[in-house]
């Protein structure tokens, strides 16, 4: 079956602007989570999704909203850019949602949007 | 905020020798998974092992936890360049569902 898919996979953005990045998870999960992934910072968590509500949020300014779809498919948006938010924007998807039990919030990755911010 | 920290940060070695990378973490944990990422791509799951578990096979990977020393280790054996990659701990605690990662071990296996 399909993997998750996340577009676009490079974009680059000048300050100020905003940008929208796509992810579609594998078919039959219903968990979409989204990770920001920096030299600096590693691996840190955005936020998680799970039958279009928005179940937990990481320690992110407003600027990053997101929202999910009847389908499961995932946007997140990031507002007002600043150079910080250059960074590999990762999706990862689970079938029963992290919440699911021993197992369940295994995560399944997509292969990332790459977002430069000039 | 990092829960599980990897050590090595790095490590270089020759194919056909075994890696070993650690994580320690700071408060208990549900259960311990270990993913790969090759570089500037999106991370693999590996292995999941339970707080109830000491250790776990897969193929040439073998975890070790010990939550008594809040540590786990991977061990990755007869090494190939295809593993030269950035390998996660990721840890699951509390009341928490939500994994959180470490900072990676990068692997330079030379052919």
């Known amino acids: 079956k399909a993997g998750v898919t996340q577009t676009p996979r490079y974009l680059i953005k000048t300050r100020g602007q905003q940008v929208t990045l796509s992810c579609s998870p594998i078919s039959g999960h219903r968990s979409v989570s989204w990770y920001q992934q920096t030299p600096g910072q590693g691996l840190q968590f955005l936020f998680e999704y799970f039958s279009e509500t928005q179940r937990n949020k990481g320690n992110f300014p407003g600027r990053f909203s997101g929202r999910q779809f009847s389908n499961s498919r995932s946007e997140m948006n990031v507002s007002t850019l600043e150079l910080g938010d250059s960074a590999l924007y990762l999706c990862?998807?689970?079938?029963?949602?992290?919440?699911?039990?021993?197992?369940?919030?295994?995560?399944?990755f997509g292969a990332g949007s790459r977002l430069t911010v000039l | 905020s990092q829960q599980g920290e990897e050590d090595p940060q790095a490590l270089s070695i020759q194919e056909g020798e075994n890696a070993t990378m650690n994580c320690s973490y700071k408060?208990?944990?549900?259960?311990l998974q270990w993913y790969r990422q090759n570089s500037g791509r999106g991370l693999v799951h590996l292995i999941l092992?339970?707080?109830?578990?000491r250790e776990k096979h897969s193929g040439r990977l073998r975890v070790t936890l010990d939550t008594s020393k809040k540590s786990s280790s991977l061990l990755i054996t007869a090494s190939r360049a295809a593993d030269t990659a950035s390998y996660f701990c990721a840890t699951l605690s509390g009341g928490s569902y939500i994994p959180t990662f470490g900072r990676g071990t990068s692997l330079i296996v030379h052919p």
């Open positions: 092992i339970r707080s109830n578990e």
């Open positions: 408060t208990s944990i549900n259960n």
């Open positions: 990862a998807s689970s079938p029963l949602g992290l919440a699911g039990g021993a197992g369940a919030n295994v995560l399944t």
